[in-house]
């Protein structure tokens, strides 16, 4: 049986999982995925070792990271770096960071999320996100389809 993706338009419950984020952020991150009509599941962690199982064995379709934790915990960005590319594509991974620019393309690579949001834009997180989500779909709409077709998933 096929799986949908987790950002599909027929699905409407999305995990989220929070890693290191302060309770400004986590409010911000609330209210625009309320904005957004998303049904959602808020899972917030701070320990190494609970957030690479999550990030290995959970079913989350979306991931905002502290960035400043990030540098400090580099077992979880090379957790993020080698999951497998069939559950890396059905999933985003947002990083909250101070020092550079929102939606700046070359820092998101380079921390190999799918974009990079500054914590002084975070009160229009769901403008924000819902161009990431889109700028995602456009992304990998061949991949996913090449997947529904040959129905791997």
């Known amino acids: 049986m ?3 993706n987790s950002f599909d338009e027929n699905i409407r419950q999305i995990n989220v999982l929070l890693v290191a984020l302060s309770s400004h952020e986590i409010e911000n991150i609330k209210t625009a995925l309320k904005e957004l009509g998303w049904n959602f599941r808020l899972i917030s962690a701070k320990e190494e070792n609970t957030i ?3 990030l290995l064995n959970g079913e989350y379709g979306l991931f905002f990271i502290n960035a ?3 540098k400090k915990h580099p077992k979880v960005e090379k957790t993020i770096f080698y999951l497998p590319m069939k ?3 059905e ?3 947002i990083l909250i960071d101070e020092d550079v620019k929102t939606l700046d393309n070359f820092s998101a ?3 190999n999320v799918n974009a990079v ?3 002084k834009d975070l009160p229009y997180l769901s403008q924000l996100l819902s161009q ?3 700028s995602n779909r456009t992304l990998y709409r061949g991949f996913q389809k090449m997947i529904k077709e040959l129905e791997i998933i």
Do not use: A, H, M
């Open 91 to 93: 999933q985003l991974f």
């Open 109 to 111: 690579f380079k921390k």
């Open 132 to 134: 990431i989500v889109n």
């Open 68 to 70: 400043e934790y990030l």
């Open 52 to 54: 690479i199982q999550q």
């Open 117 to 119: 949001v500054n914590t």
């Open 87 to 89: 559950k890396r594509r």
């Open 2 to 4: 096929r799986q949908v």
